[in-house]
C-alpha cells in the first residue's frame, strides 16, 4: 500500500477486505473504466464481481446474510472503489443508504424481507428526495402520499436517481398530511418496490430514462413518475405508526452519505495523484522529468497533502457515526474538504499532465468530468457550510 491515506487502528478483517476491494479495483475496474466510461455502458461484468465478493451486503447483519460490517468499512471500500471508478462506488451507495435506512428504521417484517436479498445484490436500492422544482430545499417537496382507507395514494414527481432504473426498491420521500406544526413533521418515508428496468415498472410508477450527464457514466441517473401509485400503509419505513418521520430517517441516511461522498473525493483524488506523480517521473522537459522541477515537485507536495487531510476528515467521521454519536457537523466538514479538494487535486493532475490531460486516451479526462458531481451530491458546499455553522454556533453559543 501507498503511503498516502493509510488508516490506524484498522482489524485484520479490515485490511484484508480493504486489500481485496484494491487488487479488485487493480485487476477488474480500472482496466475497463475508460472503455465502459465512454460508451456509457452498464458494468455488469464489475457488477457480478461484487456480489460475489459480498460487498452489497458489507454492511447488513449477519442474521440476514450480510457481513456486518461498520460505516467506516464501507467508506474505506467506496474510497478504493472510487479510485478505480467513481461510478462503480455510485452503484452501491444509494443501495447501501437504503440498506441502512431499512436496519436502522425499518419494522421486523421490512428487514426479514428485504435486507436478505440486499445482501446478496438480488434486490438494490435506490433513494429518492429530489424533485425537479426543488433540490437542497427539502421542505418545498411537492410529491404527495393520501390516504385512503389502509392505503396511500402516491402522486408527484422525482429526480435524480442514482439506480433510478436497476434497483427493485426505492426509499421515497413525500408529503402526508399528519397534522405536525412543522412541514419537516408532515413527511413519510415510503418504500416503493418494483421491478427493475425503463416504463411502468410497477402500476403507477414510471422510470421515463436515462438523463445523459456530462460524467459519472455507466452508472444511470433517472427521473421517477408517480401518478396513483397505490401501496398499504405497511410501505412506510417502520411501518404505519412511522408516518411523519419521514424527514428524520431521510436526513439519518443523507448524514451516512455525505460520508460516501466524502469518500469517494477521496478515492478519486488519490487516483489523480497516482497518475499525476507517475506522469510526472516518466514525462521530460528541459532536460529532466517534470518531477525534478521544483513547480512541480510543490504540486505534489499540497495534492499529498489535500488527500491526507480529506481522508482524516472522513474517517473521523465514519467513527464518529459507528460510535452512535451525532456527526452531521463532522460529516458536512468532511465532505466540503474532500469534495472542494478533489477538484483541485484533479485540476493540478490534469495541469500537469499538459496538453496530453486533454486526451480521452488519458484518465485524467475523465476524472475532470467526475470531480465536479462531487461538489453537488449529498448537499452543495453551500449547504455543508450552512449545517455546519449552524452547528457550530449551537456549540459556541454564548
Not at 278 to 305: C, D, N
Not at 316 to 326: F, T, V, Y
Request: overall charge negative; charged content about 25%.
Amino acid at each position: 500500500m501507498a503511503r498516502l491515506a493509510q488508516t490506524p487502528g484498522l482489524t485484520d478483517v479490515q485490511r484484508s477486505i480493504l486489500e481485496t476491494v484494491r487488487e479488485f479495483a487493480d485487476k477488474e475496474i480500472i482496466p475497463h473504466a475508460q472503455r465502459l466510461e465512454h460508451a456509457d455502458e452498464y458494468p455488469t461484468d464489475i457488477l457480478d464481481g461484487m456480489r460475489e465478493m459480498g460487498l452489497f451486503g458489507l454492511t447488513i447483519d449477519e442474521e440476514y446474510g450480510g457481513l456486518g460490517e461498520s460505516l467506516l468499512t464501507y467508506a474505506l471500500v467506496v474510497e478504493q472503489l472510487s479510485r478505480g471508478w467513481m461510478s462503480i462506488s455510485g452503484i452501491v451507495n444509494t443501495h447501501f443508504i437504503v440498506a441502512y435506512l431499512i436496519s436502522q428504521h425499518g419494522s421486523a417484517e421490512q428487514k426479514a424481507r428485504l435486507l436478505p436479498k440486499m445482501a446478496t445484490g438480488e434486490v438494490r436500492g435506490a433513494f429518492s428526495m429530489s424533485e425537479p422544482e426543488t433540490g437542497s430545499d427539502v421542505s418545498a417537496i411537492t410529491s404527495r402520499a393520501v390516504r385512503d382507507g389502509d392505503r396511500y395514494v402516491l402522486n408527484g414527481q422525482k429526480m435524480w436517481l442514482t439506480n433510478g432504473a436497476y434497483s427493485s426498491v426505492v426509499a421515497t420521500l413525500v408529503k402526508t398530511d399528519t397534522g405536525a406544526e412543522s412541514v419537516y413533521g408532515n413527511m413519510s418515508t415510503f418504500l416503493l418496490e418494483k421491478e427493475p428496468g425503463f416504463g411502468e415498472t410497477a402500476p403507477g410508477l414510471t422510470i421515463p430514462g436515462k438523463i445523459e450527464k456530462m460524467g459519472y457514466k455507466g452508472v444511470e441517473t433517472t427521473e421517477m413518475v408517480l401518478d396513483g401509485v397505490t401501496v398499504p400503509d405497511s410501505a412506510i419505513l417502520g411501518g404505519a405508526d412511522k408516518v411523519g418521520r419521514g424527514f428524520y430517517q431521510m436526513m439519518d441516511g443523507i448524514e451516512v452519505g455525505r460520508v460516501n461522498v466524502a469518500a469517494r473525493a477521496c478515492g478519486i483524488s488519490i487516483r489523480a495523484f497516482e497518475l499525476a506523480v507517475s506522469y510526472a517521473q516518466q514525462r521530460k522537459t528541459f532536460g529532466q522529468p517534470l518531477a525534478r522541477h521544483q513547480a512541480i515537485a510543490f504540486k505534489l507536495a499540497e495534492m499529498g497533502t489535500k488527500i491526507e487531510a480529506a481522508h482524516a476528515l472522513m474517517v473521523n467521521a465514519a467513527r464518529l457515526k459507528d460510535a452512535g454519536q451525532r456527526n452531521d457537523v463532522e460529516a458536512g466538514m468532511a465532505k466540503l474538504l474532500a469534495s472542494e479538494y478533489c477538484a483541485e487535486v484533479v485540476q493540478e493532475s490534469f495541469r500537469i499532465h499538459g496538453g496530453y490531460g486533454y486526451s480521452k486516451e488519458y484518465e485524467i479526462e475523465r476524472l475532470m468530468r467526475e470531480a465536479p458531481f462531487l461538489l453537488i451530491g449529498e448537499g452543495t458546499s453551500e449547504i455543508q457550510k450552512t449545517i455546519i455553522s449552524r452547528g457550530l454556533l449551537k456549540e459556541y453559543k454564548l
